[in-house]
């Protein structure tokens, strides 16, 4: 299954694929079916991530679900953040998975050719120092 790669420009090269991870409304979903406008502009009809009978939405247009991408994503592209016990990292390039319905960081040191390399948001937020009490101290 071919997964749509996102552009530089915000937009998509590609519909979204039926039965991948969407954020939608805080949580993240499965699209269920995927039909087209008046327009020729990709419409979805999205259904709980683990139930298919259970529908969540139906014709939401593919804008929104960019719009919700970039809502869903905790941080952005030149955001530095303190992860663990490293210096301060930034991210480089941000995308989002369609398999498993999270975002992917990848992370570097701004003033040496060091790389962590790509992390989730899940596994970001437990490292970022700033969010956690221990960590921080």
Known sequence: MRVPRMSRNGGSE???????????????VRILFRAW?????????????????????????????????AAYARYAVTDTVALAHT??????????DFRTGTVWYYFAHPNRNVAVGWLNQERVMQLDRSLDPVLGS
């Open 14 to 28: 590609a519909p979204f694929a039926q039965n991948t991870l969407v954020p939608y409304g805080g949580k993240v």
């Open 37 to 69: 406008d008046e327009h020729r502009r990709p419409t979805y009809t999205l259904c709980d991530r683990h139930n298919a009978q259970r529908n969540v939405a139906a014709n939401v247009p593919h804008a929104q679900l960019i719009d919700e991408m």
């Open 87 to 96: 210096a301060l990292m930034t991210i480089y390039k941000r995308q989002w």
